[in-house]
């Protein structure tokens, strides 16, 4: 499975290929707006500001499987990422990153970037960078904060 055979569906229904994403670094990212890691969407609002036009691309993934800390859905889910964090980025609707109805993106990433003790996603904020030639480069734990994973960013970008 290649990255850019993959998918996703905006909170409208819109789909979202990661094709459109060719010659750019993603950071993808499983959100949760009651987490208590959700102030980590104000550093990675800063990351897609000061890397947008550089060629980063930051997609949040909003999941609801720890502790239903996501309870938007998805008619609200931007709205309250906007108004609550200042998120302007792009969110996806909300999927599972976890069990049976894991989203094909997260099976990926899984399995490219197994984590400490498994692959299974641990929590809220579990952050993967992909390089612009699209392969799993780093997988970073929920409490990495943004501004940690911004050296790493540039070297990918070249």
């Known amino acids: 499975m290649n990255f850019y055979d993959l998918s996703a569906k905006s909170p409208?229904?819109?789909i979202i290929k990661m094709s459109d994403f060719k010659d750019k670094a993603v950071l993808i990212v499983n959100t949760a707006t009651k987490c208590g890691l959700a102030p980590q969407f104000k550093g990675l609002e800063k990351l897609h500001q000061n890397y947008k036009d550089k060629g980063l691309v930051v997609l949040g993934f909003p999941s609801n499987q720890f502790m239903n800390q996501e309870p938007e859905t998805n008619d609200t889910i931007v709205q309250a990422c906007q108004i609550n964090h200042g998120v302007t980025f792009q969110l996806t609707?909300?999927?599972?990153?976890?069990?049976k109805n894991t989203h094909p993106v997260y099976k990926y990433l899984k399995k490219e970037l197994g984590g400490f003790l498994g692959s299974k996603i641990k929590w809220n904020f579990t952050k993967f960078l992909i390089t612009p030639e699209?392969?799993?480069?780093k997988r970073y734990g929920p409490t990495t904060k943004p501004d940690k994973i911004e050296a790493d960013i540039v070297e990918v970008m070249g």
Request: charged share 35%.
């Open 12 to 14: 409208s229904g819109e």
């Open 93 to 99: 609707e909300k999927i599972d990153v976890n069990g």
């Open 134 to 137: 699209g392969k799993a480069f």
